[in-house]
């Protein structure tokens, strides 16, 4: 819980970069995406600024490192400071010691998440067992060293230095940052996230740099006066880097540089989790999307030192953890993926002895992780073993710490570990399946498994939207396109596309379909998604035992012309209707509206004022109202939902002019109010039709857009949480209270290009504390009289939302009563 | 070794060092004394009762009144006390004798806390230690008040040697479980509303035990005995024996005190000096004074202070302002009372927060501070506090820049003739001046043509930052 700080001298000279250097297009790429934003170092001395140079030739990112080759593996490194309960993280459930000396503190077995028979992660960690499941998970265990110390000032500067004896005067990543740099010095090869450089990232020539967890609150204005005064900062900040006064001159003048640099990358605080390590995580990731060479980042954070209070304390660190680790990889570009590895370490673990302050104190070994795309997951080290252990006693430990470090230096950064570690023969463990840039080969049969994304699955190139007639393409209760049986826990069904129901065989992007389940055995949720894709931690719908449920979905299509629809728990049936199809050839783009009422049986708009009745059709006017153009529509996006419905049912929704077809768009009970997205064709009189099958009920819809000849085309990318609001993932974690709404930033993200005009998302509400409804509307605008998701008390319900992208590259999410958690997952995008 | 002589040089830099800033008022006072010695004296003759803070806050109102205690503390060192070095000290304390405000919760008992170190940090080590030990404070931010018999929480006792007296190395676990159980006992109360300390005997472990060589408790028939604790720190600091056992083999058989005053000194000076490790000269006087003195402050600082080696241009050249000091600075050069001049909140960017030290082993110097998102956190106090110092400036006929030697009018600066035009009054050298001597600020003449060289460069009402880049000088920087 400390930094110490140990300072060296700077090393001034720069990287010079050759123009015929294969690397040069990035940074020049780099250069057109900042701008002219950037700072200039001390390429032609203290005085003068890039942005006055016009020197024909000077490349002004040479003043960032290279860029990170497409082999270079880029190292995350977590700090958790003040000890972390290594029992408690790593479970042995099996273990009776465990639970006879951990006391009050042992989590239950039936509490964790079980990854092996003797094995389970704490509950929080949900998306480390992700990573588990997909084998991208390796736990190293019983990590420590000879002869530890149990202060956390000696311990940490060991860990930090990568030698368990001697004076520490330099870090393990520090010295490799020594080999890498050479003979110039780089502020970006390797950054802590934070105020201050810690020791392990400072080495005996070089050092990584502090980059601030938010954008630069100065430094970064390019307003003439203001680039004056830091013209005068510069001035007086040249003086001898020997001194300490110069060197307070050198600090000032890289802040400025690195302000100039990261302002347009980094996103504002508000725009971040308020949890530091969430956000220092996703700076980290646009750091790394940015390409400015960074091989290293580095954050920490605590308290871990647990000595009283310990399971409110270490929960809230281990939610932290992984509400950080899911932010990362929801922010980083997936081009990364296998470019990236996480790695964490902490002083010592602690004592498997509670103490009656319901705390542990200062232990010894303790396991660790290494996730990503390229580890090679499992279990790896020895389990200290807790037989004998008396109250003062400390476990035995298994794996050096140098050689954890040194399985890294040598399997992911380059190698030269032996140098690093003081010439130790390092004992590698063997932690990676794959060099990074490698990409692991897909499966046979290129089927999708329930594990994260392995394949970075590219953003589709934008294709053009085809509407038909809606036509059921899959249910597993008779057998039509699917097993005659229902999708069991864990499984995914591959559902055909391409070449049914109206949808080509070839030249397909994307569908959009409404995928409904029905008699689940357990509340559990679908993810829709592309075939050659695994589940990402998204999902499309949730499930609910007792009732149908249904929800659109606008994915992706395997090269096979198919999707896949996962099912988490338990066995449920699974109904298919395709709306749409997204076309590599022509086809329409989609108009994105404000969100407009157009029916509303309670108050006569679009209809009469009265209740729908069973069998009753209703036929809604659409072109040329709610900003929908009089003509050459081809299909609209409608939210639609049944109100106060008087019994179960369902409601079709089709082109006016039409027969009724064998489909359903929304599924209702007598009790709640369900809401659907629509996409539906419009019928030559501009209009559509809709009918319920039984009972009575009210029905409103909004439209959100329509689909014509010269709208915006339709990019699927990897389905990727984006917002969770009960850990702190896109918006400080917490219920959303009433009349209360959030941002979201929702471009520039997860694969989603910046000038996005409109993107797709899977929006979740659970936890409502009272019956409520949401509304998703584009940052900017007023907020509409029209609903995106309507929720029920205690329920959790999914639903589609095509959202219109505001001026700010965001949208809002509006809560009406009571309070509820939101999550979103983008699954798309209209550019 | 000659004793320093009482020059303008080594005069200003005793007084930036021991009273935050180099008063034009102080030195004048100072530089007839005689002697390095007698201005020292002067320095340390503080008064016996500071004030203590008021709390303007509602009672339940914790981190309101934590507002309330720093801006209480920043304005004693910037402008209330007559005798500032007594705020410096016991910033001293507060930085080495850890406490965090959060984890205390209490802003009754961190104000207690803080005042411990206001009125005894000129006093006795010992009795400084001990009475710290056995204040809610302490006791809740070490977790003391869960150390009990029956389940020992090592976390205080360890402290206790590692980081506050003896240094890391220089006992055995023995000791630190020892130390532990004569601990047990002090804790606080929670089952009433006034969470006072509370003497808990039933958590006691009163038994004979060994420390640091010293057979402590001796006559275990006493029952639950509170002085069993403190006993510790007697013989830590009086005849405790460093074990054959310990990591440090140097210190190995040396008596305790002879190493806690080494640790304690050595501390001392990088808070002071600089963070080289003290010259064998100065930290001899130092060590000697302590152990000559049964542990007293006074005599101790006052070596330190007075010693040939505190005057060294390494010494003069060698220490950082911390961020709270640069506060400090900040406000006495405006003039400005710390809560109107409201920049507590930036005070996290620079990285450091009175009354929230990182961890129990408090700020470290130097190399800590020099870091490119601190110098930002910096760069936005002083734009900050700029601001502050112009906030009047455009209130028409009256704007004026304030600072602490009184204010600068706009008409000073500009005039509108011929109207529109606005033409400069004061040339950019003498507005730099007048910006100089009104903060009562000296800077080096290459800092001020840079300055000079700014305003030449810049419109003409532009210039007036000026005031902001004389806060950037690294100069303003450098305690």
């Known amino acids: 819980m400390l930094d110490p700080d140990i300072s060296t001298a700077d090393a001034l000279a720069l990287l010079q970069v050759a123009e015929t250097d294969p690397h040069a297009l990035d940074r020049r790429r780099f250069l057109q995406l900042v701008g002219l934003g950037l700072g200039a170092g001390a390429l032609v001395g203290p005085t003068s600024s890039l942005l006055d140079l016009s020197l024909p030739g000077l490349d002004p990112s040479v003043w960032a490192a290279g860029p990170a080759g497409p082999n270079d593996g880029v190292l995350i490194v977590i700090g958790m400071f003040g000890g972390n309960d290594g029992l408690n993280t790593v479970v042995p459930i099996t273990d009776q010691q465990y639970y006879g000396q951990h006391r009050n503190l042992a989590i239950r077995p039936e509490n964790t998440l079980p990854i092996d028979a003797s094995t389970g992660l704490n509950p929080e960690l949900t998306v480390f067992k992700q990573f588990w499941d997909a084998g991208q998970l390796a736990i190293v265990e019983g990590i420590g060293y000879p002869d530890p110390d149990l202060s956390h000032f000696n311990s940490m500067a060991k860990w930090m230095a990568g030698s368990p004896t001697g004076i520490p005067t330099s870090g393990w990543i520090g010295r490799w940052l020594d080999r890498y740099i050479g003979g110039g010095k780089d502020l970006y090869a390797a950054a802590e996230i934070g105020q201050s450089v810690p020791l392990h990232m400072i080495g005996q020539a070089q050092r990584g740099t502090a980059v601030p967890a938010g954008r630069p609150a100065f430094g970064a204005s390019t307003s003439a006066s203001d680039r004056n005064i830091y013209q005068g900062m510069r001035r007086l900040g040249a003086g001898d880097p020997m001194t300490w006064k110069g060197r307070i001159g050198q600090a000032m003048i890289d802040q400025l540089d690195m302000a100039g640099t990261l302002a347009p990358l980094i996103p504002a605080e508000a725009d971040m989790s308020g949890v530091p390590l969430v956000a220092e995580m996703e700076v980290m990731a646009r750091l790394v999307n940015a390409n400015l060479g960074l091989r290293v980042l580095s954050a920490s954070w605590g308290d871990f030192d647990s000595h009283a209070g310990q399971p409110a304390q270490h929960t809230s660190r281990m939610s932290e953890l992984n509400a950080a680790v899911s932010r990362f990889f929801q922010v980083l570009s997936p081009a990364w993926a296998s470019r990236v590895t996480i790695m964490t370490f902490s002083e010592f673990g602690r004592t498997s002895w509670s103490n009656d302050g319901a705390g542990t104190d200062h232990g010894t070994a303790a396991p660790h992780f290494v996730l990503g795309a390229n580890v090679r997951g499992g279990r790896y080290g020895q389990r200290p073993s807790l037989a004998g252990l008396r109250r003062w006693d400390r476990m035995p430990f298994h794996v050096d710490f140098r050689d954890y470090y040194g399985s890294l230096i040598d399997g992911w950064m380059g190698g030269g570990a032996s140098d690093v570690l003081g010439g130790r023969a390092v004992q590698n463990l063997g932690l990676f399946a794959r060099s990074p840039g490698t990409v692991p080969p897909l499966p046979p049969g290129g089927r999708a498994t329930a594990t994260p994304t392995t394949t970075p699955f590219a953003p589709t190139a934008p294709g053009r939207f085809v509407s038909l007639a809606p036509q059921r393409v899959c249910d597993t209760r008779n057998g039509i396109g699917a097993q005659l049986a229902p999708i069991g826990p864990g499984q995914t069904l591959a559902v055909q596309i391409a070449g049914l129901a109206g949808v080509p065989a070839s030249g397909v992007l994307g569908v959009a379909v409404n995928v409904t389940s029905v008699n689940p055995s357990e509340p559990g949720f679908f993810s829709v998604f592309p075939s050659n894709v695994a589940a990402t931690g998204s999902s499309s719908l949730n499930t609910v035992p007792g009732r149908a449920v249904p929800n659109m979905a606008i994915v992706g299509v395997g090269p096979d012309g198919k999707i896949g629809v996962f099912n988490a728990v338990g066995s449920a049936d699974c109904i298919v209707d395709v709306m749409g199809y997204v076309s590599a050839g022509p086809g329409s783009g989609l108009l994105p509206l404000v969100p407009s009422r157009l029916l509303d049986t309670r108050t006569g708009v679009g209809a009469p004022l009265a209740r729908l009745r069973g069998g009753q059709r209703l036929d809604l006017a659409i072109a040329g109202l709610g900003g929908v153009p009089a003509s050459g529509v081809d299909a609209v996006v409608l939210n639609v939902a049944a109100l106060r419905p008087s019994v179960s049912g369902f409601l079709s929704v089709w082109p006016s002019g039409m027969a009724l077809p064998d489909v359903s768009n929304l599924n209702y009970d007598p009790d709640r109010n369900v809401p659907n997205l629509v996409v539906c064709k419009l019928g030559p009189d501009g209009a559509v039709s809709l009918l319920a099958n039984a009972g009575e009920l009210d029905v409103i819809a909004d439209v959100v857009g329509c689909f014509t000849s010269d709208g915006v085309s339709q990019v699927s990318v990897a389905p990727t949480r984006l917002l969770d609001t009960r850990h702190g993932i896109g918006a400080r974690p917490g219920l959303i209270g009433a009349a209360s709404e959030i941002d979201l930033g929702v471009v520039g993200i997860a694969g989603v290009d910046p000038a996005a005009k409109a993107v797709i998302l899977n929006v979740t509400a659970t936890g409502a504390i009272a019956e409520t409804y949401v509304t998703v509307y584009p940052d900017g605008v007023g907020r509409p009289d029209a609903s995106s998701l309507n929720v029920a008390q205690g329920a959790t319900i999914a639903n589609l939302v095509v959202a219109k992208v505001g001026a700010n590259g965001k949208v809002r999410l509006y809560n009406d009563a009571g309070g509820l958690h939101l999550l979103a997952d983008v699954t798309g995008y209209f550019i | ?479």
């Open chain 2, 1 to 479: 070794m000659p004793a320093p002589a009482l020059t303008d040089s080594n005069l200003r830099h005793l007084l930036r060092r021991t009273e935050f800033v180099d008063r034009p008022s102080r030195v004048t006072e100072l530089i007839g004394a005689g002697s390095i010695d007698a201005a020292v004296a002067n320095i340390l003759a503080v008064t016996a009762n500071p004030p203590s803070v008021t709390f303007t806050s509602p009672a339940d109102r914790e981190w309101e009144r934590g507002q309330d205690l720093t801006h209480f503390w920043l304005d004693q060192m910037a402008r209330d006390s007559a005798r500032p070095f007594q705020e410096r000290m016991a910033f001293f304390w507060h930085g080495h004798f850890c406490s965090e405000f959060s984890k205390v919760n209490s802003s009754k008992y961190m104000a207690e806390q803080i005042d411990l170190w206001r009125r005894v940090g000129l006093g006795n080590i010992r009795s400084l230690a001990t009475t710290m030990s056995t204040q809610v404070a302490m006791i809740r931010y070490l977790d003391n008040n869960q150390n009990k018999k029956t389940s020992p929480n090592q976390n205080f006792a360890r402290e206790l040697m590692e980081l506050f007296l003896l240094g890391v190395g220089n006992y055995t676990e023995a000791d630190v479980e020892a130390a532990t159980l004569a601990w047990t006992g002090h804790s606080d109360q929670w089952d009433d509303n006034t969470a006072a300390y509370r003497w808990k005997a039933d958590w006691h472990d009163s038994s004979q035990k060994t420390l640091l060589g010293r057979q402590i408790n001796g006559n275990s028939s006493q029952a639950a005995w509170p002085g069993h604790g403190p006993e510790t720190i007697s013989v830590m600091l009086g005849n405790g024996i460093v074990p054959q056992g310990a990591d440090n083999v140097a210190n190995r058989g040396r008596p305790s005190r002879d190493v806690a005053a080494e640790f304690l000194s050595r501390k001392l000076w990088t808070s002071f000096a600089t963070d080289t490790p003290p010259p064998p000269g100065v930290m001899a006087a130092m060590r000697d004074a302590l152990l000559a003195n049964d542990f007293n402050v006074r005599p101790w600082v006052t070596a330190m202070l007075t010693h040939p080696d505190f005057y060294t241009d390494g010494v003069k050249q060698g220490l950082v302002r911390t961020p709270v000091e640069l506060v400090v600075a900040l406000l006495v050069a405006t003039g400005q009372r710390s809560r109107d001049a409201n920049m507590t909140w930036l005070m996290e960017s620079m990285g450091q927060r009175l009354l929230f030290p990182p961890n129990v082993s408090g700020w470290r110097p130097n190399g800590y501070w020099v870091n490119a998102s601190a110098m930002g956190g910096r760069a936005r106090t002083a734009q900050h506090m700029s601001g502050v110092a112009g906030r009047h400036y455009w209130n028409g006929d009256d704007g004026r820049i304030t600072l602490a030697g009184g204010s600068i009018m706009r008409s000073e600066i500009t005039a509108r003739t011929p109207w529109p035009e606005e033409r400069p009054v004061l040339s950019n050298a003498a507005l730099v001046a007048r910006f100089l001597e009104l903060m009562r600020v000296q800077l080096s003449p290459a800092a001020t043509a840079e300055i000079v060289r700014y305003a030449d460069g810049a419109t003409v009402w532009e210039r007036n930052n000026a005031l902001l880049l004389i806060m950037l000088a690294p100069e303003m920087h450098m305690a």
